[in-house]
Structures are given as C-alpha cells and as structure tokens.
C-alpha cells in the first residue's frame, strides 16, 4: 500500500525558516517524480514544485524560487522542501505528492505551515 | 499559463448531467488534468491526458477538449460527488491549477 507522510509543519514568524519532510512507502520511491502541491487556508490547490526520480531536474513556482528547495534522499525513500524567508502567504497545508497528473498519482494527508508573528 | 474554470460554483442535484469549463490563456495540447477535492482531505486525480479515466474512478466521469478549451462531465451526478473539482495544465512549467468549481446540492 502507497503511503505519504508529511511532517515538519508548523507555526514560523516571517522570515524563518521550515524543513518539510515527506516518508515514502510502498512503492519504488526512486522510480517517481515526487512534487510539492500547496493550499492556502479556504483557498484553491497551487503547484509548488517538482524533482526527477534522480534528482537531477527540479522546478519551482516563481513565488518561491530562491526561497525553497526541494530535495530527495532515495536511500531513505524521502522527499523534503526546505523553506527559508517564509511570507505570511505561504501559510498553506503542503502536499507530497508522488506522480502528480500521471497514473497512479498518489497524495500525502497534508502538513500545516503558518507564518505569522 | 492561467487557466480559468467555469462556473466557479455549480448547483445540482443528484441525477444531472453536469459540465465544467476549463479554458488556458494558451495551448496545453493535452496535458490536462482534473481533480475532486473533498472538504479536509487531498485531492483525488479523476483524469489525466484530458481525457483518460485515472482507474478506480467511476465511468460516470469524462473528460475532453485539448488545446485551450476543456470539459469535465459527470453523466449522471451522484451524491458522493458534491466536491470541488480542479483541472491543471502540466504542459509548461510553472504548472498551474484553475481556481476550482464547487458543485452543490441544488
């Protein structure tokens, strides 16, 4: 059974920092595409970005580049995004989703960020 | 590419035949994807290609178009789908959603 699990949520003031962490199981981790999907509180879904099986090819969204990475570990079946100089727009739930778009899409329950003082 | 859903808010009841428009500001070809998002709970990919059936999903929902116009149609609607629903274009980056379409009980 495919299994996301997304930790590292929380509550960050403006211009901290937060490393999301994404626990894959059930499936070749390392086989996928693995992307970060966002939704701001009452909000629509907004792409956030999205990392090669390898991890050789990576996108963003404008409004976070320079700001988030995301990352993988294959060894450790994890996906992460490290978010730095958070804004209070990018409190959302995060999604890790593996296949976004594609067969077999599979997604996380969701961490809660918030960025407020 | 901006893409923009139509209505944004839908009521309905159960038995319709319902459409929603998914329009992009320009081509996707076919890189089309629509999503039911229940109240707390992650998005289910419903189709993806414009127009292929993810499996699991029930026949009652179709989708065509390709280019800039697209549609989602639940043939007949049923009570587990008073949801929102979402396409996205993954032909370019940066990949984007439309701002959703809520159907209700009519």
């Known amino acids: 059974e495919v299994q996301l699990v997304e930790s590292g949520g929380g509550l960050v003031q403006p211009g901290g920092s937060l490393r999301l962490s994404c626990a894959a199981s059930g499936f070749t981790f390392s086989g996928y595409w693995m992307s970060w999907v966002r939704q701001a509180p009452g909000k629509g879904l907004e792409w956030v970005a999205n990392i090669k099986h390898d991890g050789s090819e990576k996108y963003y969204v404008d409004s976070v580049k320079g700001r988030f990475t995301i990352s993988r570990d294959n060894a450790k079946n994890s996906l992460y995004l490290q978010m730095n100089s958070l804004r209070a727009e990018d409190t959302a739930v995060y999604y890790c989703?593996?296949?976004?778009?594609?067969?077999?899409?599979?997604w996380g329950q969701g961490t809660l960020v918030t960025v407020s003082s | 590419i901006q893409m923009t859903q139509s209505p944004s808010t839908l009521s309905a009841s159960v038995g319709d035949r319902v459409t929603i428009t998914c329009r992009a500001s320009?081509?996707?070809?076919?890189?089309l994807a629509w999503y039911q998002q229940k109240p707390g709970k992650a998005p289910n990919l419903l189709i993806y290609q414009a127009s292929s059936l993810e499996t699991g999903v029930p026949s009652r929902f179709s989708g065509s178009g390709s280019g800039t116009e697209f549609t989602l149609t639940i043939s007949s609607l049923q009570p587990d789908d008073f949801a929102t629903y979402y396409c996205?274009?993954?032909?370019?980056?940066?990949?984007?959603f439309g701002q959703g379409t809520k159907v209700e009980i009519k």
């Open positions: 989703v593996k296949s976004l778009a594609a067969p077999q899409e599979y």
């Open positions: 320009q081509s996707v070809s076919s890189w």
């Open positions: 996205q274009q993954y032909n370019s980056y940066p990949w984007t």
